[in-house]
């Protein structure tokens, strides 16, 4: 029996709703320019949704000297140029004001702390694995007052990797002072979150928020869960220190 030390958390629609989060801060930046351009404020939030999306789904190493400022300009532009708005200047303010709007979005999931603060008081070390980026990021992390509760914090580009990559995993594990057997991930996408820790050796906890079936064939997470409120109860974790 495996037991567990360790946990690896990702940020965005795991420990915090940040669809819902990016989605209003969206809706506040659409509803503006609507005001001024008399368009429709819904197809602008689509269109910024599929911008970011695309962005996202496709990270890799390549993309970690961007500047994330510039590609959030570069989204909003992309999306502006689908209503038939092409103003560079536009876009630049749409990604400031969506920045501040999002911020005011930021709220950990009802369930959260609870979960970090058991943790700890089990022993176990805490770290942040995401994707995101560090000009953003560290913000999100003290607004959601995740600082003081965890150990370690990795992100893409300050580590210079990306998930699913297990080096990822392997790196995370070590600098807290584990190892992939007594750690474990969790997240709520499975191509992100789940298959390089599966690979890792660490044990998973896939978040199920969006209702995503797993791929075909695919080895199924160590656990499926509804809600980060569920995850505890579901650790192989090692007795009490």
């Known amino acids: ?9 990702d940020l965005d629609d795991t420990l915090h709703d940040d669809t819902s989060a990016y989605r209003a801060a969206a809706r506040v930046v659409a509803e503006s320019i609507a005001r001024e351009r008399a368009i429709d404020p819904q197809a602008l939030v689509d269109a910024y949704d599929g911008a970011a999306m695309g962005f996202w789904s496709a990270l890799t190493t390549e993309h970690l000297t961007l500047a994330i400022g510039n590609e959030r300009e570069r989204m ?14 536009l876009a630049r303010r749409a990604a400031d004001e969506y920045v ?24 176990c070390k805490l770290g942040l694995v995401t994707n995101g980026f560090a000009a953003t990021h560290h913000d999100k992390i003290d607004r959601l007052g995740l ?22 995993f392997r790196y995370a594990c070590r600098a807290l002072g584990s190892v992939p057997e007594r750690a474990a991930m969790v997240g709520d996408r499975y191509d992100r979150d789940v298959r390089g820790a599966l690979e890792t050796g660490l044990f998973t906890v896939l978040i199920d928020v969006h209702a995503i079936p797993l791929p075909d064939g695919a080895p199924r997470p160590d656990a499926i869960v509804p809600t980060i409120a569920d995850v505890l109860g579901v650790l192989p974790l090692a007795a009490s220190r």
């Open 1 to 9: 029996m495996r037991e567990i030390d360790t946990v690896l958390f």
């Open 76 to 89: 909003w532009y992309e999306a502006l140029r689908k209503v038939r708005i092409d103003d560079r200047g």
């Open 100 to 123: 501040r709007a999002r911020a005011n979005a930021l709220v950990l999931a009802p369930g959260a702390v609870e979960l970090l603060d058991a943790l700890r008081l089990r022993g």
């Open 147 to 168: 600082r003081e509760r965890m150990d370690a914090f990795f992100l893409a580009d300050e580590v210079g990797m990306v998930k699913p990559d297990p080096a990822l």
